[in-house]
């Protein structure tokens, strides 16, 4: 295993600078300057997006809008329009597709593209797509530029907004020395508390542990451990990645103290998960029924059957062990949803995003 994958492989990830957050600037210039988020406008509602000036308060996605007003009272809320963020999203892959069929999209403001067959440098070919998003849309964006997809993916961030950074491949080694863990995908909160404990903050700390130590230590994972932090990913760009999961979620208005009031809401949901699992997935297997509850103090739990299929009566068992945990907390959002099965799981995809 090397850290570039097969070849002299070229990976470019795109991130657009603060999308739908742009996307509405540029349609009302009088905003220009003032903080600016988009969603999170009724008391319940989560901040979808926020500019850089808005961030400079604290302000940031799946942040809940009244904590946010709180944090800048000057901020300004406007409702998302998908559609509209859909329409610009298609011009930019419109552009991506000019350099390479080799696109994978993340969202709607982000994807990765292999370049590995042009003779041009990598950053060339960012930068010439960077420009052509700006001549074309208005809108900035952000690239990485690595042999492989999580190196570009944390490139991305590094010249943030309107850059790009680029890693060689002659340069990794100096590069995930210094890099913090929290970096690497798949190493959240609970997996930083963990790394932490045993005095690893960086990856040159990681790379101390062996693969048998960190196998004694996390399983199938640490093995998987032991690669990323020396910038190992043998990932490909895969065009058409298929979908994971479907969900729908209901944030309430007001906390729901009774779980027959939830009832009627799972209901709803499961018939429009079900129809759009039998309308546009029903060549796709189900590998498990979920659901989900977040609590008044917004802390959270999610109940999950193998169960293939679907059942309204599965997932009234799985939202009466959810609230059971909650031990009689208020519920804020409730969620439910199906895994599908697929011949191979991405670890930067889940349910409920």
């Not at 570039?4 to 996307?23: L, P, Q, S």
């Not at 451990?225 to 043998?234: A, I, K, T």
């Not at 990645?241 to 209901?267: C, G, H, Q």
């Amino acid at each position: 295993m090397d850290a570039g994958g097969e070849g002299m492989r070229k990976c470019i990830h795109i991130d657009m600078d603060c999308f739908y957050a742009a996307v509405e600037e540029r349609e009302q210039p009088e905003l220009s300057g003032l903080p600016v988020a988009v969603g999170g406008s009724s008391r319940r509602g989560v901040i979808c997006a926020a500019n850089y000036e808005a961030r400079k308060y604290g302000v940031c996605s799946a942040m809940p809008g009244f904590k946010a007003v709180k944090l800048c009272p000057q901020l300004v809320m406007l409702p998302v329009r998908f559609d509209l963020y859909r329409a610009e999203s298609a011009k930019i892959r419109a552009i991506f597709g000019r350099f390479t069929e080799l696109i994978e999209p993340l969202s709607l403001d982000e994807a990765y593209l292999d370049v590995s067959h042009w003779g041009s440098s990598g950053s060339a070919i960012a930068r010439e797509v960077r420009a052509q998003i700006f001549e074309e849309t208005g809108l900035s964006a952000s690239a990485g530029i690595a042999p492989n997809k999580m190196l570009a993916k944390i490139a991305s961030d590094w010249n943030k907004p309107n850059g790009q950074f680029e890693v060689r491949e002659e340069g990794i080694a100096a590069f995930m020395s210094e890099l913090p863990v929290a970096k690497l995908w798949g190493v959240g909160k609970r997996m930083q508390e963990k790394l932490s404990r045993i005095k690893v903050v960086t990856c040159g700390d990681l790379q101390r542990l062996d693969k048998f130590e960190l196998s004694r230590r996390f399983g199938k994972w640490g093995i998987e451990l032991h690669g990323l932090c020396r910038g190992f990913d043998e990932r490909e760009v895969r065009p058409h990645r298929s979908r994971k999961s479907i969900s729908k979620e209901n944030t309430f208005a007001v906390d729901v103290v009774n779980l027959a009031e939830l009832l009627p809401v799972m209901r709803g949901m499961y018939e429009g998960v079900s129809k759009l699992l039998d309308e546009r997935y029903r060549d796709r297997q189900v590998r498990a029924l979920v659901v989900k509850l977040k609590f008044f103090d917004f802390s959270r739990t999610t109940a999950e059957s193998a169960q293939v299929r679907m059942s309204e009566g599965v997932f009234r068992d799985l939202l009466d062990e959810a609230w059971s945990r909650g031990a009689g907390k208020a519920v804020r959002l409730l969620g439910i949803g199906v895994r599908l099965m697929d011949e191979r799981d991405d670890p930067q995809l889940e349910m409920f995003e």
